[in-house]
């Protein structure tokens, strides 16, 4: 089993370009997460999804979206990209029942000029 | 609001000794709290999860206690090895079902041989 894989692992964006980060698990999960990381800020949620089709807003969702097409991925775009998207991206997922442990993904930095 | 705790300054020890983190809370009344490990430029794994009606949680070197009266958990790792360097982040959830925490900056540990 792969687990939680994240693509791509760098990139780098101009002010104003769009992107799509892809996560995928094999775990069957029901639960996926977006989190991102910033310097002294800890993890921040910011969209996930409960189940194949449906998506819900977290602590930060502002200039982001996400799809949950399938069970196994869960992607999260930038339409816009600004300089305070730079940051380091985890996606994460969990059993269908909350109060699990969440498996991480090794995480995608993302820096916008 | 809501509002995660942890010690921000790095916790420096000896081999063998035992390394206490502690995880403060406000604004918050969570049903679970689970401890995860991060090492750099990597996702953070799971470590343990105890329910706000445990008072206290073991898995071989790890110790996790939960005061709801306090608002606090503290994370102790016994006879602590070099390997065990890393920063340990703390993350609430609350009673929903949706599985969101909400993660503290975490704390970075070194152990020294």
């Known amino acids: 089993n792969a687990g939680v894989t994240q693509t791509p692992k760098f990139r780098v964006l101009k002010t104003g370009q769009s992107m799509t980060l892809l996560c995928a698990q094999d775990?069957?999960?029901?639960?996926m997460y977006w989190y991102r990381q910033d310097p002294g800020m800890g993890l921040r949620l910011i969209h996930y999804?409960?189940?194949?089709?449906?998506?819900a807003k977290g602590e930060v969702p502002d200039g982001y979206n996400v799809s949950r097409l399938k069970k196994q991925n869960f992607l999260l775009g930038l339409e816009s990209a600004a300089p305070s998207q730079t940051s380091v991206y985890f996606c994460?997922?969990?059993?269908?029942?909350?109060?699990?442990?969440?498996?991480f993904g090794p995480g995608t930095r993302l820096t916008v000029l | 609001s809501q509002k995660i705790e942890q010690n921000s300054e790095a916790l420096n020890i000896q081999e063998g000794k035992t390394a206490t983190l502690t995880c403060n809370y406000t604004?918050?009344?969570?049903?679970?709290l689970q401890w995860y490990r991060q090492d750099p430029g990597r996702g953070p794994v799971f470590l343990l999860l105890i329910r706000e009606n445990e008072k206290e949680k073991r898995k071989e070197r790890l110790k996790v206690t939960f005061d709801t009266t306090l608002k606090q958990s503290l994370f102790h790792i016994t006879a602590s090895q070099p390997a065990d360097s890393a920063t340990y982040l703390c993350a609430l959830e609350g009673s929903s079902n949706t599985g969101k925490l909400i993660f503290g900056q975490g704390t970075t540990l070194q152990v020294k041989p």
């Open positions: 604004n918050y009344s969570p049903a679970y």
């Open positions: 994460a997922s969990s059993y269908s029942t909350g109060h699990n442990e969440q498996f």
């Open positions: 775990m069957n999960h029901e639960y």
């Open positions: 999804s409960v189940g194949e089709g449906t998506t």
